[in-house]
């Protein structure tokens, strides 16, 4: 018998990825949400799947609540935090987005889990999922910022509301894992830089990608690595 990281014997070895307790009791929820269900799965699945007692998941979460509440925040808390990022950056509008999109339909297609097909769970629209639900819409706001100001560089003749659609395009990953996952369609693992060059079209841009994908990629690895993500990022997963 093993101890956790908060002092509370295991029932067995460890069982999940993760430097601690919390992070395996995330990772076997993430599973069991997105291939049981919300609903279908309970705290003592959980605990078993982590090898906890049912009692010791408490010491770490509250209610099965608290840990989707966990999980949905990872999912926005990183993009924001490195789009904030790339909003402050000298570089032209157009690079600015592909670099949001790009970074953002990666950590989609790559994450362990397809959190993002919890979405559209009821349970969402509570009170209690509001502060993830600001989180979210904060982060539509920034993709419809980026983007019109990429209509204003290029002075593009698109229709009003064209802005709202990078942020679209970038969660059809969510859809095209869980088809994948159903045996229809690949994996998307490959998918970011198509979804990028999609972001920047439809807006109008209408030049050559490869600079703007290599400019991008500089500027999401000088965020990710530079203090205004570390001091954003901090309180994500």
């Known amino acids: 018998m093993s101890v956790t990281g ?10 999940r990825p993760g430097d ?3 992070e395996e009791i995330l990772d076997a929820s993430a599973e069991l949400f997105t291939t049981r269900g919300y609903t279908n799965t309970s705290t003592r699945m ?17 209610n099965k609540d ?12 990183e993009p924001l935090a490195v ?12 690079v ?20 993002g097909a919890l979405y559209l769970l009821p349970e969402l629209r509570t009170d209690r999922f509001g502060s993830f639900r600001e989180s979210r819409f904060t982060l539509m706001n920034l993709y419809a910022t980026i983007a019109g100001g990429v209509v204003l560089e290029l002075e ?21 894992r869980a088809d994948s ?20 079209r439809v807006l109008g841009f209408p030049g050559d990608i490869d600079g703007i994908h290599d400019r991008a990629v500089r500027v999401v690895g000088d965020v990710t690595a530079g203090s205004i993500f570390e001091k954003k990022a901090g309180h994500g997963q």
Do not use: C
């Open 96 to 115: 600015k987005m592909y670099a949001m999109a790009w970074f953002d339909a990666d950590q989609l297609s790559r994450s362990r889990w397809n959190l």
């Open 66 to 77: 608290d840990i989707l509440d966990s999980l949905l925040s990872g999912t926005v808390d």
């Open 156 to 176: 593009s003749d698109v229709p009003t509301g064209t802005e709202e659609l990078p942020f679209r395009l970038v969660e059809t990953i969510v859809n095209g």
């Open 20 to 22: 601690t307790a919390r």
């Open 46 to 62: 959980i605990a078993d799947a982590v090898g906890l007692r049912q009692a010791s998941l408490y010491h770490h979460f509250s």
């Open 6 to 15: 908060a002092g509370r014997p295991r029932l067995a070895t460890k069982k």
């Open 181 to 200: 996952e159903n045996g229809r369609g690949s994996a998307g693992l490959h998918h970011a830089p198509l979804i990028a060059t999609a972001a920047v």
């Open 83 to 94: 789009g904030q990022g790339i909003q402050g950056v000298e570089e032209s509008a157009v």
